[in-house]
């Protein structure tokens, strides 16, 4: 069964390599040099921060379990994650709106440096903060970044199709290359090296320190409302009201918080629905199969975003159900297929059919990172961009914290079952959403602002 693993493997090491050698100028965009520089700087920047947070991913349990921490104490920690997450995401998003996206991205590096820190003690209540602190650096991640990036690209005079070059270059490189590299890099510090399971969090200092040292040196400082009058309260009312007011705001929202809750969920799935049996599958070549497969789809999405006559609220619909189907797999593996009763061994066949069908999932998740970004960039108000961005993971972190903590109450069927209902619901919102896409807000941001600005002087004694 090894053979399989690398036939895998090499079919789409080999569509990646076609499909980016094959471009034609129909899926060709041509910029400037001043563009490029500034998207190569982003790229830079983007990469080096998806090393840092890549190589910690696959030696977190595994480092908690060599402190002598049980499975309940672990479950703690990574609710805590993403509690932390979700309690101040909101908070960071909108202090990154106001304060400059530029010191929120630093803010990220640092507080991420700190959170490797505390790796080195044994002691539950450190581990403990550093979860905390891991949780709003990656509320920055998925948020500060991208919101630099549009402001900036907008800022300089750049052409709006342009973006979809740099959002599907970055999920190629830092989604995917950058993944399978670090990957690599920490097997050898921790294997090959023996530098113990500490040294992928030093490692990802450094390269947090180094993407910090190019933002202080090459990043210009941008804003989103950076009104002195405006407190935090405001912000969020501000945010919550965009939401509400407009239906595409709110759709966007729902689709990311089902896909990216869906996405998570499989996270901690595909080790057991793999190995159900205990079986040894090579983990990580399996994980550094499946971001390959992500790679395949950023590709495909940069194709279909350079060209003007394809919609992305139409092709996604396709994606989201496709990414139903493919986790329906395992639910019908575990009816047509008879279990192996037989403990250990290598993987099995329902074991191969569900690979490949997770490889279709990821490079659903190829796909979807670059889209979901080119979407935000049209519908989002540039005045709370950060904040908003952070208001639709509150749904996503609330999910994936009950996913956590009742884990071992569902069999796997079940929660693979209700990712693919989830998945299914947020294509017939994306249907929605591209009915209605063309259609003008209701209310624009502005005009939201001045009838807050009306209304609060009647608050006044």
Known sequence: MELFYYMVFGALGAV??????S??????????????????????VYSLMMAGDWLQGPYVYYLYTTYGFGKGEIGQLFIAGFGSSMLFGTIVGSLADKQGRKRASVTYCITYILSCITKHSPQYKVLMLGRILG???TSLLFSAFE????????KRGFDQQWLSLTFSKAIFLGNGLVAILSGLFGNLLVDTLNLGPVSPFDAASIFLAIGMAVILSSWTENYGDSSDNKDLLTQFKGAAVAIASDEKIALLGAIQSLFE???YTFVFLWTPALSPSDEEIPHGFIFATFMLASMLGSSIASRL???????????????????????LLPILTNFLVTPSKVKGGGISFAGCLQLLGFCTFEACVGIFWPSIMKMRSQYIPEEARSTIMNFFRIPLNIFVCIVLYNVDAFPITVMFGMCSIFLFVASILQRRLAAIGDKPKTEDWAMLKEKDGEAEPLNDP
Do not use: C
Not at 16 to 21: D, G, Y
Not at 147 to 154: N, T, Y
């Open 16 to 21: 990646v390599a076609a499909l980016e050698l």
């Open 23 to 44: 471009k034609s100028n129909k899926d060709r965009v041509n910029t400037s040099p001043a563009f490029n520089s500034f998207k190569n700087n982003y790229l830079l």
């Open 135 to 137: 949780g709003i650096a």
């Open 147 to 154: 919101s630099w990036l549009v402001a900036e690209h907008f």
């Open 261 to 263: 809750g869906s996405m």
């Open 305 to 327: 975003l350079a060209r003007n006559s394809t919609r992305v609220e139409s092709y996604m619909q396709i994606v989201f159900v496709i990414s139903s189907a493919s986790l």
